[in-house]
């Protein structure tokens, strides 16, 4: 069963609230988001300045993405409530929308 939490996610003042999905069964070191190009426009992470140019071995072969080491901050929000921000990994892959 798919688990998705509203997150509010800031980077440098620039704020977006999206839907992720939660334990996708990718294992990282400390936490990460893999968000879509469009959200990467949104938080001035698009093109890609200062990004570590990235591969990720998938079931379905490596995947070219590019990761942002401290991204920025996020929390959960549900409902009136947040919980505590918490630093990120940010990813994105260049061919999402």
């Given at each position: 069963?798919?688990?998705?939490?509203?997150?509010?996610?800031?980077?440098?003042?620039?704020?977006?609230?999206?839907?992720?999905?939660?334990?996708?069964?990718?294992?990282?070191?400390?936490?990460?988001?893999?968000?879509p190009v469009d959200v990467?426009?949104?938080?001035?992470?698009?093109?890609?300045?200062?990004?570590?140019?990235?591969?990720?071995?998938?079931?379905?072969?490596?995947?070219?993405?590019?990761?942002?080491?401290?991204a920025g901050r996020t929390?959960?929000?549900?409902?009136?409530?947040?919980?505590?921000?918490?630093?990120?990994?940010?990813?994105?892959i260049p061919y999402s929308?």
């Amino acid at each position: 069963m798919a688990v998705r939490l509203k997150l509010k996610v800031n980077v440098k003042g620039k704020v977006v609230e999206m839907v992720a999905l939660l334990n996708s069964g990718y294992e990282a070191p400390s936490p990460q988001l893999l968000i879509p190009v469009d959200v990467a426009k949104k938080l001035d992470l698009w093109p890609p300045e200062g990004a570590l140019d990235v591969e990720f071995d998938t079931a379905g072969g490596l995947l070219k993405a590019w990761l942002y080491p401290k991204a920025g901050r996020t929390a959960v929000v549900a409902n009136d409530e947040r919980s505590k921000e918490v630093g990120y990994r940010c990813s994105y892959i260049p061919y999402s929308r």
